[in-house]
Protein backbone atom coordinates (compact mmCIF):
# COMPACT_ATOMS: atom_id res chain seq x y z
CA UNK A 1 0.00 0.00 0.00
CA UNK A 2 0.98 3.55 -0.69
CA UNK A 3 1.79 6.06 1.82
CA UNK A 4 -1.40 7.24 2.25
CA UNK A 5 -3.38 3.97 2.42
CA UNK A 6 -1.12 2.88 5.67
CA UNK A 7 -1.32 6.22 6.89
CA UNK A 8 -5.69 5.72 6.63
CA UNK A 9 -5.13 1.86 7.95
CA UNK A 10 -3.44 2.96 10.68
CA UNK A 11 -5.84 5.56 11.84
CA UNK A 12 -8.72 3.47 11.17
CA UNK A 13 -7.86 0.83 13.19
CA UNK A 14 -6.78 2.23 15.93
CA UNK A 15 -9.97 4.37 16.58
CA UNK A 16 -12.02 0.58 15.97
CA UNK A 17 -10.04 -0.51 18.78
CA UNK A 18 -10.75 2.40 21.05
CA UNK A 19 -13.87 3.10 19.69
CA UNK A 20 -15.98 2.81 22.82
CA UNK A 21 -19.55 4.54 23.23
CA UNK A 22 -21.02 4.58 20.23
CA UNK A 23 -21.62 6.49 16.97
CA UNK A 24 -21.38 9.84 18.83
CA UNK A 25 -18.42 9.37 20.27
CA UNK A 26 -16.69 7.43 17.32
CA UNK A 27 -17.11 10.74 15.16
CA UNK A 28 -16.02 13.11 18.29
CA UNK A 29 -13.11 10.34 18.14
CA UNK A 30 -12.74 10.70 14.27
CA UNK A 31 -13.01 14.74 14.26
CA UNK A 32 -10.47 15.07 16.44
CA UNK A 33 -8.20 12.85 14.83
CA UNK A 34 -8.70 13.95 10.70
CA UNK A 35 -9.67 17.67 11.93
CA UNK A 36 -7.02 18.72 14.97
CA UNK A 37 -4.39 16.48 14.63
CA UNK A 38 -3.99 15.71 10.78
CA UNK A 39 -5.67 18.58 8.66
CA UNK A 40 -7.10 15.99 6.14
CA UNK A 41 -10.13 17.99 6.01
CA UNK A 42 -11.89 21.15 7.61
CA UNK A 43 -14.24 21.60 10.30
CA UNK A 44 -16.88 22.37 7.75
CA UNK A 45 -16.14 19.60 5.12
CA UNK A 46 -16.32 17.76 8.56
CA UNK A 47 -19.40 18.63 9.32
CA UNK A 48 -21.50 18.39 5.65
CA UNK A 49 -19.92 14.77 5.47
CA UNK A 50 -21.57 14.30 9.00
CA UNK A 51 -25.25 15.64 8.05
CA UNK A 52 -24.51 13.23 4.26
CA UNK A 53 -24.06 10.14 6.69
CA UNK A 54 -27.86 10.69 8.17
CA UNK A 55 -29.69 10.92 4.96
CA UNK A 56 -28.27 7.44 4.05
CA UNK A 57 -29.49 3.95 5.55
CA UNK A 58 -26.50 2.21 7.45
CA UNK A 59 -24.15 2.74 10.44
CA UNK A 60 -23.05 6.34 11.06
CA UNK A 61 -19.47 6.05 12.34
CA UNK A 62 -18.74 3.26 9.92
CA UNK A 63 -19.98 5.26 6.87
CA UNK A 64 -18.18 8.72 8.18
CA UNK A 65 -14.80 6.07 8.49
CA UNK A 66 -15.39 5.21 4.35
CA UNK A 67 -16.22 8.68 3.25
CA UNK A 68 -13.19 10.17 4.75
CA UNK A 69 -10.90 7.50 3.22
CA UNK A 70 -12.78 7.98 0.07
CA UNK A 71 -11.36 11.57 0.55
CA UNK A 72 -8.06 10.65 1.73
CA UNK A 73 -6.92 8.02 -0.37
CA UNK A 74 -9.52 7.36 -3.43
CA UNK A 75 -11.43 4.31 -3.43
CA UNK A 76 -8.57 2.16 -2.37
CA UNK A 77 -8.68 4.51 0.72
CA UNK A 78 -12.65 3.90 0.62
CA UNK A 79 -12.57 0.34 1.35
CA UNK A 80 -9.20 0.56 3.65
CA UNK A 81 -10.88 3.32 6.01
CA UNK A 82 -13.78 1.26 6.27
CA UNK A 83 -12.76 -2.22 6.49
CA UNK A 84 -9.87 -1.17 9.20
CA UNK A 85 -12.84 0.59 11.37
CA UNK A 86 -14.78 -2.30 11.59
CA UNK A 87 -12.26 -5.43 11.90
CA UNK A 88 -11.21 -4.82 15.32
CA UNK A 89 -14.92 -5.10 16.60
CA UNK A 90 -15.25 -8.08 14.48
CA UNK A 91 -12.69 -10.11 15.55
CA UNK A 92 -13.16 -8.85 19.47
CA UNK A 93 -16.65 -10.52 18.81
CA UNK A 94 -15.57 -13.62 16.86
CA UNK A 95 -13.97 -14.63 19.94
CA UNK A 96 -16.30 -13.59 22.27
CA UNK A 97 -18.95 -15.54 20.11
CA UNK A 98 -16.62 -18.79 20.24
CA UNK A 99 -16.39 -18.21 24.21
CA UNK A 100 -19.98 -18.52 24.30
CA UNK A 101 -21.18 -21.19 22.47
CA UNK A 102 -17.93 -23.24 24.40
CA UNK A 103 -19.37 -21.78 28.40
CA UNK A 104 -22.38 -19.62 27.74
CA UNK A 105 -24.43 -22.27 28.91
CA UNK A 106 -22.35 -23.39 32.16
CA UNK A 107 -23.23 -22.46 35.58
CA UNK A 108 -20.58 -20.11 36.88
CA UNK A 109 -21.32 -17.97 33.57
CA UNK A 110 -25.18 -18.28 33.87
CA UNK A 111 -25.57 -15.80 36.30
CA UNK A 112 -23.64 -12.91 34.85
CA UNK A 113 -25.82 -13.77 31.49
CA UNK A 114 -28.74 -13.38 33.79
CA UNK A 115 -27.72 -10.14 34.93
CA UNK A 116 -27.21 -8.48 31.77
CA UNK A 117 -30.27 -8.86 30.60
CA UNK A 118 -31.72 -5.64 32.29
CA UNK A 119 -29.22 -4.00 31.60
CA UNK A 120 -29.47 -4.45 27.90
CA UNK A 121 -33.24 -3.75 28.68
CA UNK A 122 -32.15 -0.35 30.28
CA UNK A 123 -29.86 0.52 28.18
CA UNK A 124 -32.73 0.46 25.03
CA UNK A 125 -34.85 1.88 27.09
CA UNK A 126 -32.51 4.91 27.14
CA UNK A 127 -31.89 4.99 24.07
CA UNK A 128 -35.78 5.12 22.86
CA UNK A 129 -36.52 8.26 25.26
CA UNK A 130 -33.43 10.02 23.86
CA UNK A 131 -34.50 9.25 20.22
CA UNK A 132 -37.37 10.26 20.68
CA UNK A 133 -37.17 13.51 22.10
CA UNK A 134 -34.99 14.65 18.66
CA UNK A 135 -37.38 12.09 16.43
CA UNK A 136 -40.73 13.46 17.32
CA UNK A 137 -40.88 17.13 16.58
CA UNK A 138 -44.19 17.98 14.98
CA UNK A 139 -47.53 16.19 14.99
CA UNK A 140 -47.00 13.98 12.20
CA UNK A 141 -44.15 12.72 13.32
CA UNK A 142 -45.77 11.56 16.41
CA UNK A 143 -48.73 10.06 14.32
CA UNK A 144 -46.25 8.36 12.35
CA UNK A 145 -44.24 7.25 15.45
CA UNK A 146 -47.52 6.02 17.14
CA UNK A 147 -48.66 3.76 13.94
CA UNK A 148 -45.39 2.09 13.69
CA UNK A 149 -44.92 1.26 17.24
CA UNK A 150 -48.85 -0.34 16.78
CA UNK A 151 -48.36 -2.28 14.28
CA UNK A 152 -45.11 -3.41 14.90
CA UNK A 153 -46.39 -4.80 18.37
CA UNK A 154 -49.56 -6.39 16.03
CA UNK A 155 -46.56 -7.98 14.35
CA UNK A 156 -46.24 -6.12 11.26
CA UNK A 157 -42.70 -6.58 9.65
CA UNK A 158 -39.85 -4.14 10.26
CA UNK A 159 -39.16 -3.82 7.19
CA UNK A 160 -43.30 -3.26 6.23
CA UNK A 161 -43.42 -0.80 9.29
CA UNK A 162 -40.09 1.84 8.23
CA UNK A 163 -41.47 1.99 4.18
CA UNK A 164 -45.25 2.91 5.07
CA UNK A 165 -44.22 5.14 7.52
CA UNK A 166 -41.78 6.79 5.13
CA UNK A 167 -43.97 6.93 2.82
CA UNK A 168 -47.02 8.13 4.88
CA UNK A 169 -44.40 11.58 5.68
CA UNK A 170 -43.67 12.19 2.65
CA UNK A 171 -47.74 11.79 1.59
CA UNK A 172 -47.87 14.24 3.84
CA UNK A 173 -45.42 16.98 2.21
CA UNK A 174 -46.56 16.15 -1.01
CA UNK A 175 -50.10 17.27 0.27
CA UNK A 176 -49.30 20.21 2.60
CA UNK A 177 -46.79 21.41 -0.42
CA UNK A 178 -49.36 20.81 -3.16
CA UNK A 179 -49.52 24.64 -3.85
CA UNK A 180 -46.50 25.55 -3.89
CA UNK A 181 -45.09 23.88 -7.05
CA UNK A 182 -42.41 22.13 -5.45
CA UNK A 183 -41.01 19.15 -7.44
CA UNK A 184 -39.42 16.22 -6.25
CA UNK A 185 -36.67 14.78 -7.44
CA UNK A 186 -37.60 10.98 -7.78
CA UNK A 187 -34.82 10.42 -5.23
CA UNK A 188 -37.08 9.21 -2.24
CA UNK A 189 -38.64 6.69 -3.54
CA UNK A 190 -35.29 5.28 -5.21
CA UNK A 191 -33.83 5.15 -1.34
CA UNK A 192 -37.10 3.67 -0.39
CA UNK A 193 -37.24 0.97 -3.04
CA UNK A 194 -34.53 -1.76 -1.12
CA UNK A 195 -37.02 -1.56 1.88
CA UNK A 196 -39.60 -3.99 -0.74
CA UNK A 197 -37.26 -6.38 -0.76
CA UNK A 198 -38.39 -10.51 -1.27
CA UNK A 199 -37.89 -12.41 2.14
CA UNK A 200 -35.44 -14.80 2.47
CA UNK A 201 -36.32 -18.70 2.34
CA UNK A 202 -36.94 -20.07 5.97
CA UNK A 203 -34.39 -22.88 5.74
CA UNK A 204 -30.82 -22.10 7.51
CA UNK A 205 -28.25 -21.60 4.78
CA UNK A 206 -25.61 -19.22 4.01
CA UNK A 207 -26.94 -17.92 1.24
CA UNK A 208 -30.23 -17.05 3.58
CA UNK A 209 -28.53 -15.88 6.22
CA UNK A 210 -26.41 -13.41 3.83
CA UNK A 211 -29.78 -12.74 2.62
CA UNK A 212 -30.71 -11.59 5.47
CA UNK A 213 -28.29 -9.52 6.63
CA UNK A 214 -27.70 -7.55 3.21
CA UNK A 215 -31.44 -6.45 3.40
CA UNK A 216 -31.03 -5.35 6.91
CA UNK A 217 -27.65 -3.52 5.65
CA UNK A 218 -29.68 -1.93 3.19
CA UNK A 219 -32.60 -0.53 5.04
CA UNK A 220 -30.88 0.70 8.61
CA UNK A 221 -32.08 4.14 8.96
CA UNK A 222 -31.17 5.28 12.51
CA UNK A 223 -29.37 4.21 15.53
CA UNK A 224 -27.81 1.05 15.82
CA UNK A 225 -30.45 0.10 18.11
CA UNK A 226 -32.64 -0.32 15.05
CA UNK A 227 -30.90 -3.42 14.26
CA UNK A 228 -32.36 -4.53 17.77
CA UNK A 229 -35.73 -4.78 16.44
CA UNK A 230 -34.72 -6.34 12.74
CA UNK A 231 -33.04 -9.31 14.64
CA UNK A 232 -35.95 -9.47 16.96
CA UNK A 233 -38.28 -9.85 14.28
CA UNK A 234 -36.22 -11.34 11.72
CA UNK A 235 -34.27 -14.20 13.87
CA UNK A 236 -36.51 -14.58 17.10
CA UNK A 237 -40.21 -14.16 15.90
CA UNK A 238 -39.67 -15.10 12.41
CA UNK A 239 -37.14 -18.07 11.78
CA UNK A 240 -36.35 -18.73 15.41
CA UNK A 241 -32.70 -19.38 14.38
CA UNK A 242 -31.99 -17.51 17.48
CA UNK A 243 -33.51 -17.79 20.81
CA UNK A 244 -34.51 -14.54 22.41
CA UNK A 245 -31.54 -15.23 25.36
CA UNK A 246 -29.22 -15.57 22.25
CA UNK A 247 -30.89 -12.04 21.07
CA UNK A 248 -30.11 -10.58 24.55
CA UNK A 249 -26.51 -11.76 24.55
CA UNK A 250 -25.87 -10.70 21.77
CA UNK A 251 -27.17 -6.88 22.38
CA UNK A 252 -24.99 -7.45 25.38
CA UNK A 253 -21.52 -8.32 23.33
CA UNK A 254 -22.21 -5.24 21.10
CA UNK A 255 -22.82 -2.86 24.08
CA UNK A 256 -18.88 -3.88 25.52
CA UNK A 257 -17.23 -4.39 22.26
CA UNK A 258 -15.46 -1.33 20.72
CA UNK A 259 -16.55 -0.49 17.31
CA UNK A 260 -19.78 -0.26 15.59
CA UNK A 261 -22.65 -1.93 16.99
CA UNK A 262 -23.08 -3.85 13.77
CA UNK A 263 -20.59 -6.06 14.41
CA UNK A 264 -23.08 -8.08 17.03
CA UNK A 265 -24.22 -9.64 13.34
CA UNK A 266 -20.85 -11.24 13.86
CA UNK A 267 -21.61 -12.87 16.88
CA UNK A 268 -25.36 -13.63 15.59
CA UNK A 269 -24.18 -15.47 12.42
CA UNK A 270 -21.70 -17.47 14.35
CA UNK A 271 -24.43 -18.65 16.82
CA UNK A 272 -26.52 -19.41 13.75
CA UNK A 273 -23.97 -21.11 11.19
CA UNK A 274 -20.32 -20.98 13.19
CA UNK A 275 -17.79 -19.32 11.48
CA UNK A 276 -18.27 -19.11 7.82
CA UNK A 277 -22.10 -17.88 9.39
CA UNK A 278 -19.65 -14.99 10.80
CA UNK A 279 -18.48 -14.14 7.89
CA UNK A 280 -20.81 -14.11 5.75
CA UNK A 281 -23.35 -12.03 8.18
CA UNK A 282 -20.65 -9.45 9.50
CA UNK A 283 -20.00 -8.61 5.24
CA UNK A 284 -23.43 -8.50 4.43
CA UNK A 285 -24.72 -6.12 6.82
CA UNK A 286 -21.61 -3.68 6.37
CA UNK A 287 -21.24 -3.96 2.36
CA UNK A 288 -24.42 -1.53 1.64
CA UNK A 289 -22.76 1.24 3.82
CA UNK A 290 -19.48 0.53 1.21
CA UNK A 291 -22.06 0.82 -1.74
CA UNK A 292 -24.55 3.95 -0.56
CA UNK A 293 -21.35 5.71 0.17
CA UNK A 294 -19.77 4.82 -3.35
CA UNK A 295 -22.83 5.26 -5.35
CA UNK A 296 -24.27 8.85 -3.37
CA UNK A 297 -21.53 10.40 -2.34
CA UNK A 298 -21.69 12.69 -5.48
CA UNK A 299 -25.76 13.28 -5.42
CA UNK A 300 -26.16 13.95 -1.68
CA UNK A 301 -26.08 17.69 -2.02
CA UNK A 302 -28.74 18.01 -4.09
CA UNK A 303 -30.81 15.09 -1.61
CA UNK A 304 -30.53 17.58 1.45
CA UNK A 305 -32.34 20.08 -0.32
CA UNK A 306 -34.77 17.78 -1.72
CA UNK A 307 -37.84 18.24 0.49
CA UNK A 308 -39.66 15.02 0.12
CA UNK A 309 -36.47 13.26 0.74
CA UNK A 310 -35.80 14.94 4.28
CA UNK A 311 -39.21 14.60 4.82
CA UNK A 312 -39.15 10.66 3.82
CA UNK A 313 -35.97 10.79 6.46
CA UNK A 314 -37.49 12.94 9.25
CA UNK A 315 -40.44 9.86 9.07
CA UNK A 316 -38.13 6.98 8.91
CA UNK A 317 -36.27 8.39 11.57
CA UNK A 318 -39.69 8.66 13.63
CA UNK A 319 -40.44 5.15 12.08
CA UNK A 320 -37.47 3.52 13.69
CA UNK A 321 -37.57 5.08 17.18
CA UNK A 322 -40.55 3.81 17.43
CA UNK A 323 -39.15 0.31 16.60
CA UNK A 324 -37.17 0.69 19.41
CA UNK A 325 -39.77 1.23 21.50
CA UNK A 326 -41.28 -2.02 20.05
CA UNK A 327 -38.85 -4.56 20.54
CA UNK A 328 -38.16 -2.67 24.54
CA UNK A 329 -41.68 -3.63 25.40
CA UNK A 330 -40.99 -7.47 23.82
CA UNK A 331 -37.64 -7.88 25.26
CA UNK A 332 -38.94 -6.21 28.91
CA UNK A 333 -40.72 -9.59 29.06
CA UNK A 334 -37.82 -11.67 28.86
CA UNK A 335 -35.41 -9.51 30.77
CA UNK A 336 -38.33 -8.89 33.59
CA UNK A 337 -38.46 -11.98 35.71
CA UNK A 338 -38.79 -10.21 39.38
CA UNK A 339 -38.88 -7.76 41.44
CA UNK A 340 -34.68 -7.93 41.41
CA UNK A 341 -34.84 -7.88 38.01
CA UNK A 342 -36.92 -5.18 37.78
CA UNK A 343 -35.03 -3.18 40.38
CA UNK A 344 -31.77 -3.67 38.51
CA UNK A 345 -33.61 -2.41 35.03
CA UNK A 346 -34.62 0.69 36.82
CA UNK A 347 -31.18 1.68 38.82
CA UNK A 348 -29.34 0.78 35.12
CA UNK A 349 -31.73 3.28 33.72
CA UNK A 350 -31.63 5.96 36.57
CA UNK A 351 -27.76 5.35 35.74
CA UNK A 352 -27.89 6.29 32.36
CA UNK A 353 -30.33 9.15 32.27
CA UNK A 354 -29.64 11.22 35.07
CA UNK A 355 -26.17 10.33 35.12
CA UNK A 356 -24.92 9.56 31.86
CA UNK A 357 -22.83 6.12 32.60
CA UNK A 358 -21.25 4.81 29.53
CA UNK A 359 -23.23 1.59 28.47
CA UNK A 360 -20.01 -0.69 28.84
CA UNK A 361 -20.16 0.27 32.59
CA UNK A 362 -23.97 -0.53 32.62
CA UNK A 363 -23.41 -3.97 30.82
CA UNK A 364 -20.47 -4.60 33.03
CA UNK A 365 -22.12 -4.09 36.69
CA UNK A 366 -25.02 -5.84 35.20
CA UNK A 367 -23.08 -9.31 35.16
CA UNK A 368 -21.63 -8.51 38.66
CA UNK A 369 -25.32 -7.66 39.90
CA UNK A 370 -26.56 -11.13 38.68
CA UNK A 371 -23.96 -13.15 39.95
CA UNK A 372 -24.66 -11.36 43.12
CA UNK A 373 -28.28 -10.96 44.01
CA UNK A 374 -30.03 -12.27 40.82
Known amino acids: MKAPLLEVAGVFLRLGAIGFGGPAAHIAMMEDEVIGKRSWLTRESFLKLVGATNIIPGPNSTEMAIHIGFLRAGWLGLIVAGASFILPAVL ?9 GQYGALPSVEPFLRGTKPAVLAI ?4 AYRFGKTAFTTPVLWGVGAGVLGASLAGVGEIVCLATGGLAGTAWTMWNKRRTGVQGSGAMLWMAAPTLAAATGS ?22 YVLVAF ?26 TPGPVLSTATFVGFQILGIPGAIVATAAIFLPSFVYVALLNPILPRLQRNPYFTSF ?5 ASSVALIMAVTVRLSLAAIASWTSALLTLVALACIVRFNVNSVWIVLGGAVAGWAIL
Open 124 to 127: IAAA
Open 231 to 256: LQGEFVDNRGWLTQQQLLDAIAVGQF
Open 92 to 100: VTGVIAWSY
Open 203 to 224: GITLAGLGLSFLKIGAVLYGSG
Open 313 to 317: LDAVT
